[in-house]
């Protein structure tokens, strides 16, 4: 689900809404008196909820407003990845640290892509 940040202009003031794609946010809340302040408020929400969302964000605002906001966080776009990277932490010993550092060099790689090629590789019968 998409990111949305709301700015309105609501009586001698703007206020702002966000939500994020895990919940979290807030509502009705202020964004300042002038269309800068509003626009740097919307500014930071779409880096803030925007940006770190994969499926990226939307920015509603009034024209003065988003006419100051920068183009590229107005409509973000998502940054799903084709794959996730995920971490895995493995203890060994001193020696098979060793014996591992010495293959990674003999195959010419350093130690993280030697493990990632190993840990990826179809396993032989």
């Known amino acids: 689900?998409?990111?949305?940040?709301?700015?309105?202009?609501?009586?001698?003031?703007?206020?702002?809404?966000?939500?994020?794609?895990?919940?979290?946010?807030?509502?009705?809340?202020?964004?300042?008196?002038?269309?800068?302040?509003?626009?740097?408020?919307?500014?930071?929400?779409?880096?803030?909820?925007?940006q770190s969302n994969p499926d990226g964000g939307s920015l509603v605002a009034p024209a003065e407003v988003l006419a100051l906001v920068p183009e590229?966080?107005?409509?973000?776009?998502?940054?799903?990845?084709?794959r996730r990277d995920k971490w895995l932490q493995v203890r060994v010993t001193g020696a098979e640290s060793d014996d591992i550092t010495a293959a990674a060099n003999a195959a010419g790689k350093t130690v993280s892509e030697y493990v990632r090629d190993r840990a990826l590789a179809k396993p032989t019968k």
């Open 72 to 82: 590229h966080l107005r409509e973000v776009a998502g940054t799903t990845p084709d």
């Open 1 to 50: 689900m998409r990111s949305t940040v709301i700015i309105e202009h609501k009586g001698n003031g703007y206020r702002a809404t966000a939500q994020g794609k895990f919940g979290g946010g807030y509502r009705n809340a202020p964004a300042g008196d002038t269309p800068d302040k509003a626009a740097a408020h919307a500014a930071s929400a779409m880096i803030r909820y925007g």
